[in-house]
C-alpha cells in the first residue's frame, strides 16, 4: 500500500538553528501537504504543494515538492520555542484526487533553549 | 460552527463496551474525513463521507467499527465491542468538497479513546 517515510523521527535542537526534515515514498505524489500538531490539538495545514520542484514560503517555513515526485522536504529557519510539536507530511496521489490523503509518521521536533 | 467539533474530547471505556464519537464539520463543508492516531504513530486513514456517502470504507480496522453521516453534517463513529488495542486519538477532519479537500483538511482536537 500506500507507505510515506518521514525522517528524522525526532530532533532535538538549539532554539536560533535552522531544521531540516524530509518525507519519501515509493509512489508518486502529485500533492503534498505539511501539517503541524500541538500537543492535545489536531494537525494545522501549514504548507501545501502541487507542483514537482514547486518551492513554496510560509514565514520561517519553506518546504519543496521533489523533482522526482516522491519526496519533499520541510524547512525551518533560526526555530524558536513554539516550533515545538510533530510535524507530519501527507500525500494524494492523482488516482485518489478527492479521497484520502496519506500521512507519514512525523517527526518530534523538540526546540531547546 | 467557526471550526471541527468533537466530542467527547476524552472517553474511557470498559473493554467490550460500545462507544460513539461525534463530528461536527465546519458549516457548509460536504467532505468529512475519519482518522486514527495511536500513541506516537503517525495518522491512520478510517473513512471519507462526501455528503452522506462513503465511497471508500476499506480502512475500518474491522467490522467493529462503523461510521454514518446525516444530514451532510454531523459524522458519528462507533466502536462496538471496545477493544484494548482500540485505544487511541480519533481525529474528525473536513473540506469544503472532495475537490478542496486537496488544498487540505481543517482538524477538529480529537478525542482521546481509552479502552480499560
Known amino acids: 500500500g500506500q507507505q510515506l517515510n518521514q525522517s528524522p523521527q525526532s530532533m532535538f535542537i538549539q532554539e536560533g538553528e535552522d531544521v531540516s526534515m524530509n518525507c519519501t515514498s515509493s509512489s508518486i505524489f502529485n500533492t503534498w501537504l505539511w501539517y503541524k500538531q500541538d500537543p492535545g490539538e489536531g494537525p494545522v495545514l501549514l504548507i501545501a504543494?502541487?507542483?514537482?520542484?514547486e518551492l513554496t514560503s510560509n514565514g520561517r517555513l519553506t518546504a519543496q515538492f521533489g523533482i522526482t515526485r516522491k519526496d519533499s522536504f520541510l524547512n525551518i529557519s533560526a526555530s524558536i520555542p513554539s516550533d515545538v510539536g510533530i510535524y507530519f507530511c501527507a500525500g494524494q496521489r492523482l488516482e485518489n484526487y478527492g479521497q484520502n490523503f496519506v500521512f507519514g509518521p512525523g517527526t518530534r521536533l523538540s526546540v531547546l533553549p | 460552527g467557526a471550526g471541527v467539533s468533537q466530542s467527547p474530547s476524552n472517553k474511557v471505556t470498559e473493554k467490550g463496551k460500545d462507544v460513539e464519537l461525534r463530528c461536527d464539520p465546519i458549516s457548509g463543508h460536504t467532505a468529512l474525513y475519519w482518522y486514527r492516531q495511536s500513541l506516537g504513530q503517525g495518522l491512520e486513514f478510517l473513512i471519507y463521507f462526501q455528503g452522506n456517502s462513503a465511497p471508500d470504507k476499506s480502512g475500518l480496522p474491522s467490522d467493529r467499527f462503523s461510521a454514518e453521516r446525516t444530514g451532510g453534517s454531523v459524522s458519528t463513529l462507533t466502536i462496538q465491542r471496545t477493544q484494548q488495542e482500540d485505544s487511541a486519538v480519533y481525529l474528525c477532519?473536513?473540506?469544503?468538497?472532495?475537490?478542496?479537500?486537496?488544498?487540505?483538511?481543517?482538524f477538529g482536537s480529537g478525542t482521546r479513546l481509552t479502552v480499560v
Open positions: 477532519a473536513s473540506s469544503l468538497d472532495f475537490r478542496t479537500g486537496g488544498y487540505g483538511y481543517t
Open positions: 504543494l502541487y507542483k514537482a520542484g
